[in-house]
């Protein structure tokens, strides 16, 4: 069975630093990767996906992944975050030639503090 | 831009009652879903529908049923509300095909009393 993991529950960092969140997932067979972003209230939105091609995927708001295939992993990285990317990030897979479902990680709170 | 509709954000129910949740989407997505969220857990898949008339259970189905009589429309019905059922619900929809992102609703957040 498919599964992701998100190690990290919380994330505090201080504004303008650099962040990587973390997301690993176990899958024998080609995969989908999202990153989705759910800010206070709200439903989620798509950040970035990744479907094939080149391993570095650029998404809104100067966030970016990158798909380790050997490590099977896609982390989220941005260069300088700002007060109003504090929420909740969700890192998704979905499986080539399984049913059209989408497996989520539990989530991680970024918290950037002033 | 795809808008998906949840017509509560907030509902209060007490325990037994029947309980119906309502989604409207506009852009002829072929595929809805209902998740539930609770902390520490993430997203977890109720239901979802391919096609009008066509369901499938998701991870969590037990004590939930859903109906979709229309294409645009995705109901979460709760047959017996119970305490557990306390929860934050998404609505989200999606074109035919894995690559595909969903988009969702700004969730209704159920307390059963």
């Known amino acids: 069975a498919q599964s992701v993991t998100q190690l990290d529950s919380q994330v505090p960092v201080f504004e303008e630093a650099p962040v990587e969140l973390r997301c690993n997932y176990s899958s024998s067979v080609s995969v989908y990767l999202f990153w989705y972003v759910q800010y206070p209230n709200q439903g989620l939105q798509l950040l970035l996906k990744y479907l094939s091609g080149s391993t570095l995927v650029k998404g809104i708001n100067g966030f970016e992944a990158e798909f380790n295939k050997s490590q099977t992993s896609f982390h989220l990285r941005k260069p300088s975050v700002h007060i109003s990317d504090t929420a909740e990030y969700f890192c998704a897979v979905s499986v080539r030639g399984a049913t059209n479902k989408l497996i989520f990680g539990t989530g991680t709170l970024l918290a950037v503090q002033p | 831009d795809v808008k998906v509709t949840q017509s509560s954000r907030y509902l209060v129910k007490r325990t037994g009652e029947k309980v119906f949740l309502e989604c409207v989407q506009d852009?002829?997505?072929?595929?809805m879903f209902w998740y539930r969220q609770d902390p520490g857990l993430g997203l977890r898949l109720i239901y979802f529908?391919?096609?009008?008339?066509?369901?499938e259970k998701g991870d969590i189905p037990e004590g939930y049923s859903v109906s979709r009589e229309k294409k645009e429309r995705f109901s979460l019905i709760l047959e017996s509300a119970s305490t557990n059922q306390t929860s934050m619900y998404l609505c989200?929809?999606?074109?035919?095909?894995?690559?595909?992102?969903?988009?969702f609703g700004n969730g209704t957040r159920l307390t059963v009393t």
């Open positions: 852009m002829d997505h072929e595929n």
């Open positions: 989200a929809s999606r074109l035919q095909g894995l690559g595909s992102p969903l988009h």
């Open positions: 529908s391919y096609d009008v008339k066509m369901k």
